[in-house]
Structure formats: C-alpha cells, structure tokens
C-alpha cells in the first residue's frame, strides 16, 4: 500500500540542498570538485579500442569487445563491436559503456 500523507524528498536532493546552504552552491564545494572519469560527453572512438559495457541490472555481467569499425562522425557512434563471445554488433554505446582507448 501507498504511504499516507506528504511522501519525504529523496535523501540526495535533502543533502544538495544543505550543501547548498552550506558553500553557496553545489559547484562550488568540494565534494563536487574532481572530475568523474564516467563523465558526460561526446563519445569518440576509433577502431582498435575497446568497448566495455557494465551490466544493466544485479547479476549481469560486464561485456567488453573490441570495435572493428565506427560508423559515426568524427570517432562518434554507431560502432561496429566483435564482443569477447565471438558476435558481431551494432552498438549504440548508452551510458553505462565505457571507450578503452588501446
């Protein structure tokens, strides 16, 4: 069954919020400062790199291959993927994939 009543805001938007309070805004504290490396971007590839893909769901393992060709723009995708298995793909890399440069 539901709850009754005002459901509480998530626990993430709580602690932005006093991190906000806190250093004025969220860019500016400290905790927010390092780059990720699964940072968002253009995806650019060439082939030879390899493509690893991390399981969508608990239990499901990773997936790696290398890309045999790009079909997109400037290194961009689609890709063209011989995974570890021996199959040959498509692949619209999401993001929960990584680009191995080699």
Known sequence: MPPAGPVAPARSRVFRASLTHTWGSVDDS?????PSPYES???NATAGDRLLVHG??????????????VRGPNGGPP???RFDDGHTALVFPGPDS????Q
């Open 30 to 34: 400290p905790l927010f400062a390092r």
């Open 41 to 43: 971007g253009p995806m």
């Open 79 to 81: 890709y063209i993927v």
């Open 98 to 101: 990584v680009i191995v440069p």
């Open 56 to 69: 969508s769901t608990v239990g499901e393992r990773d997936r790696t291959g290398v890309i045999i060709e």
